[in-house]
């Protein structure tokens, strides 16, 4: 099997479930040795009380082929940020590619709730979990990260600029967490330009986590069940296809040509080719912007 990335050195910080966990499990099938960080393992449990750990997904990357290495950290904390970041240098001497997908956020969520009446714990922890942990992470991995040129940092969030430009997503805090990220991979790909070195925001589409096909009842092998319940869900993706779209950037020699930009896993899909896992090229935003906006029959037929 080819493993373009067989000499790469990924970071996916917040893999413990989901889109961090899909990405992971790619970029090890692709060749690449990943740290993935979270704050559950098999002995501790993080305030989402779930059972998915960190040293699962290691398990994943190294079954699909690449080297998985299980780190907890806490992204709010700065010592434990900087201590990942000098192990990473003296156990592989560099950094090839940044994934921040740091989340954790989903049970604080007030959906279409205005301010003054959403929590404001809830609401600023938000932020904090969405917006800080990125910015920590990026302040003590970028110094690493430079020393190669031609590396890639990916800042995950949810829509594209152009999508969350003209939409109000579900809450101000919400709002704020999601388009905020966008910025920020702007942002930082205006510093990383002198090293050679690219930056990028990434949106998966309706992604079928852990937690939302857990939303629907059903699992990732009868996921279609959720239709009777939301028809829309039929345009739903894998958490492995923005893997494989950020495998595909890694990968890709003239990935500086999409440095600052706002992407999609869809978008990419079409650009280079990949699939998810059955086959298909899901493409949600268009999907949401021509059918579901529109009030038309859910209907995913030249959608995926």
């Not at 990943?34 to 305030?47: A, D, L, P, Q, W």
């Not at 986590?209 to 319940?229: P, Q």
């Not at 896992?277 to 959608?303: I, N």
Request: proline share 4%; net charge negative; with cysteine.
């Amino acid at each position: 099997m080819m493993q373009p990335l067989k000499d790469k050195i990924a970071l996916v910080a917040g893999a413990t479930r989901g889109a961090g966990r899909g990405i992971a499990v790619e970029l090890g099938a692709a060749g690449a040795t990943v740290y993935v960080t979270g704050r559950t393992t098999s002995t501790h449990r993080s305030e989402y009380n779930r059972p998915e750990t960190i040293e699962e997904t290691a398990n994943l990357v190294n079954q699909a082929g690449g080297q998985g290495i299980a780190v907890r950290v806490d992204h709010l904390d700065p010592v434990q940020v900087l201590a990942l970041v000098t192990r990473i240098e003296g156990e592989q001497g560099r950094l090839d590619i940044l994934v921040n997908d740091i989340w954790g956020a989903e049970y604080l969520a007030e959906w279409n709730t205005p301010v003054w009446k959403y929590s404001l714990d809830k609401g600023l922890r938000m932020l904090r979990l969405a917006i800080d942990t990125h910015i920590i992470t990026s302040h003590f991995v970028l110094p690493l990260l430079i020393k190669s040129p031609g590396s890639l940092v990916v800042e995950i969030t949810d829509g594209t600029a152009e999508y969350n430009s003209t939409r109000y997503r579900f809450s101000l805090f919400y709002d704020l967490a999601k388009t905020s990220v966008i910025r920020m991979a702007w942002a930082i790909a205006q510093e990383l330009e002198p090293y050679n070195c690219t930056a990028v925001a990434l949106t998966p589409g309706w992604m079928r986590s852990e937690i939302m096909l857990e939303h629907f009842g059903v699992s990732e092998a009868n996921w279609r069940d959720a239709i009777a319940k939301d028809p829309h869900f039929i345009i739903s993706e894998t958490p492995r296809y923005i893997g494989r779209a950020i495998a595909h950037l890694a990968g890709d020699s003239e990935v500086a040509r999409w440095n600052g930009q706002s992407l999609s896993s869809g978008q990419l899909a079409q650009i280079y080719g990949f699939t998810d896992l059955d086959g298909s090229q899901p493409d949600a935003f268009r999907y949401m912007q021509e059918v579901q906006e529109v009030g038309k029959p859910p209907d995913a037929t030249g959608y995926r």
